[in-house]
C-alpha cells in the first residue's frame, strides 16, 4: 500500500509545528532547565510576571532549547547582573507590547479589517525579529571596536521640550500624544542622521550620545530647527564630553549629570556645552560660541558652559 503524500507532508510538518506549541508551565520549565527555582522566581518577576497560576503552558520546546542556550551561556554571570538583564527586556518588552496593543485595539475595531489579531501578532513578531537582528548587528560592530576599553568617551547630549509642564494643562490629552510623538519622530530622524544614537525618551525629553563633538553640535543645531513654524514648541540642548558607563543600552557617568544640568539651564532656543566640547569644536567654522558666566547648578556651584550657535558665516546659518 502507497503512502499518502499529503499524509506525508503533514508528518513532516508537525515536529516544526509542535516544536513552537506551549508546552511547558513555568515550573516545568524550571525543572527541565536545572535552575534554582528561589533565581526562577527572582527572574521571572523581573521579566514582569505576577507568580500567580502555574498550571498554563508557557513555553515550547523551541522556547526551552533557546532558555536552556542562554542559561548555559551566562553561569559565571553574577546573579544580580542577570536579574539586571531580566529586568531590561522585560521592560522593553513591556513597554512594546502595551504600544502595540493599543494599536491593535484600534486598527482590528474596523470591521472591514481583512486580518484577526493573532494574524497581526505573528506579522509584528515577525517585524520585530527583522529590526532587531539589524540592530544587534550594530551594537556588535560598536562593541567590537570599544571592546578593550572599560569606559567609553562619548559626547552626552539632551533635548527637552521648553515650559512642558504648563502646555500640558492646557491642551488636551489627543493634542499632547501628537506633540510629544512628533518631538520623538523628528528629534530621532535629526540624532540618527547625524551619527548619534537616541538612547532613550524621557516624557519632554529625548537623551542620545555621539562619538563625533562636530556631528552632536550640528545635531543640536538642527534639533532647534524643528521648531522653525508650528511644528514643535521652542527645544533646549544640553552637551557634554566625557568618560561613561554604558550598561544594558543605557549610559552612566558625570557626561549624563552635566548634560542635564546643562539642558536645564539652556535658554529657549538654545545649546549650551560643556569646556570640552567648546574646545574640540572652537576652530570648526561652522560653529559659533558664546561665553556666558559660570553656571550654579545642582550638583556643580563652578559649571563652565558655552553657547552654541550656528556661525553668522558659516554653512550652517544657510
Given amino acids: 500500500m502507497s503512502e499518502d503524500p499529503q499524509s506525508s507532508a503533514e508528518d513532516d510538518r508537525r515536529p516544526t509545528q509542535d516544536a513552537n506549541a506551549p508546552r511547558y508551565t513555568r515550573d516545568e520549565l524550571i525543572a527541565r532547565?536545572?535552575?534554582d527555582p528561589n533565581f526562577a522566581e527572582k527572574a521571572w518577576n523581573a521579566f514582569g510576571f505576577a507568580r500567580r497560576s502555574t498550571d498554563?503552558?508557557?513555553?515550547?520546546?523551541?522556547?526551552?532549547?533557546?532558555l536552556r542556550m542562554f542559561a548555559a551561556s551566562s553561569e559565571s554571570m553574577p546573579e544580580s547582573t542577570k536579574i539586571a538583564m531580566a529586568r531590561a527586556i522585560g521592560q522593553t518588552m513591556s513597554h512594546l507590547a502595551?504600544?502595540?496593543a493599543d494599536q491593535l485595539r484600534d486598527i482590528t475595531a474596523d470591521p472591514e479589517f481583512p486580518w484577526t489579531v493573532e494574524q497581526m501578532c505573528a506579522a509584528l513578531g515577525q517585524v520585530q525579529q527583522l529590526i532587531w537582528r539589524r540592530h544587534i548587528a550594530i551594537a556588535l560592530e560598536r562593541h567590537r571596536e570599544h571592546a578593550a576599553?572599560?569606559?567609553?568617551?562619548?559626547v552626552v547630549g539632551f533635548a527637552d521640550i521648553v515650559g512642558y509642564t504648563s502646555l500640558s494643562r492646557r491642551i488636551d490629552l489627543h493634542d499632547l500624544e501628537e506633540l510629544l510623538g512628533s518631538f520623538e519622530d523628528e528629534t530621532f530622524s535629526v540624532v540618527v542622521d547625524h551619527g548619534g544614537r537616541v538612547i532613550k525618551t524621557l516624557g519632554d525629553a529625548v537623551m542620545f550620545t555621539f562619538e563625533d563633538a562636530h556631528a552632536a553640535a550640528e545635531a543640536a543645531i538642527r534639533i532647534h530647527e524643528l521648531s522653525d513654524g508650528d511644528r514643535l514648541p521652542p527645544l533646549r540642548v544640553g552637551l557634554a564630553r566625557g568618560p561613561v558607563l554604558q550598561r544594558f543600552g543605557d549610559?552612566?557617568?558625570?557626561?549624563v549629570n552635566i548634560a542635564s544640568r546643562l539642558t536645564s539651564s539652556a535658554r529657549p532656543g538654545s545649546t549650551l556645552v560643556d569646556d570640552s566640547i567648546a574646545e574640540e569644536i572652537g576652530a570648526d567654522d561652522r560653529f559659533y560660541l558664546k561665553s556666558i558666566p559660570t553656571l550654579r547648578v545642582r550638583g556643580y556651584k563652578y559649571l563652565k558652559a558655552r553657547v552654541l550657535e550656528p556661525h553668522k558665516r558659516g554653512p550652517l546659518a544657510e
Avoid at 56 to 66: G, I, M, T, Y
Avoid at 149 to 154: H, N, S
Avoid at 251 to 255: C, R
Fill in 33 to 35: 532547565l536545572e535552575i
Fill in 56 to 66: 498554563d503552558k508557557v513555553a515550547s520546546e523551541n522556547d526551552l532549547a533557546a
Fill in 98 to 100: 502595551d504600544w502595540e
Fill in 149 to 154: 576599553e572599560e569606559e567609553v568617551d562619548l
Fill in 251 to 255: 549610559v552612566f557617568g558625570e557626561p
